[in-house]
């Protein structure tokens, strides 16, 4: 008897680590993400960081939103959330400058889905200032005061910051979202769909809150 429940309560252990190995193994780098050469400095070093990358132009980005704010609102307080509009060509930057220009008027919640939708729904491009003034007069921002950010010092100097931080994340895409300025994570040939890239952002999520936890760190 006592060696029946030897057997069992090893087969147990067995099946539990193996459990364990096939969580940690679940996903893979270099097949489900992919580990930054150098890795980019988060805003906060006791968080966890989860940066957005996107575009307001990309229709992917724009089925994506519903998504990822509803996502969004389940991380823990050790978790921040950063939007990253990405950019590699002229109309891309002038998206991130009115990304950029809603942050500093503090009207990003209201103007972020009403941009997209003026995109990818009406079908304006908000390619130049007049357009984009237009919208933001939609929604009680006088022109005078979009006049004034939109042209700023500090909006011009984080759109090329931004613009310059796209190597250092590597993203060629959108959207891809970057955990703790280590990992990136974006749809591919193994990835296949956006509700599982937030799978595997969940999954490095917790790789990154163990090792922030971890005695000695």
Not at 97 to 103: G, N, R, S, V
Not at 144 to 169: C, G, H, I, P, W
Not at 207 to 214: C, D, H, M, P, V
Request: glycine fraction near 6%; proline fraction near 3%.
């Amino acid at each position: 008897m006592k060696l029946v429940m030897k057997a069992l309560i090893l087969v147990g252990m067995l099946t539990q680590a193996v459990s364990i190995q096939a969580q940690i193994e679940r996903y893979v780098v270099g097949t489900h993400y992919t580990e930054l050469p150098t890795p980019v400095n988060t805003l906060d070093a006791s968080k966890v960081e989860v940066l957005e990358a996107f575009w307001y132009g990309c229709s992917h980005c724009f089925r994506f939103e519903p998504l990822i704010m509803a996502w969004e609102e389940d991380l823990g307080d050790d978790v921040d959330f950063v939007r990253f509009p990405a950019s590699w060509n002229p109309l891309m930057k002038v998206h991130a400058q009115i990304y950029y220009t809603a942050e500093t008027l503090d009207v990003v919640e209201v103007l972020h889905q009403e941009v997209y939708k003026a995109i990818n729904v009406q079908g304006n491009r908000l390619a130049n200032e007049g357009q984009i003034a237009d919208l933001f007069a939609e929604h009680g921002i006088s022109t005078e005061d979009f006049e004034s950010a939109f042209n700023s010092f500090s909006v011009l100097t984080r759109v090329n910051q931004a613009e310059k931080r796209m190597s250092d994340y590597q993203i060629r895409s959108t959207p891809n979202l970057i955990i703790n300025g280590k990992y990136l994570v974006t749809t591919g040939e193994v990835v296949r769909t956006q509700e599982e890239m937030l799978q595997v952002a969940d999954f490095l999520i917790e790789k990154e809150r163990s090792a922030l936890g971890a005695p000695g760190d």
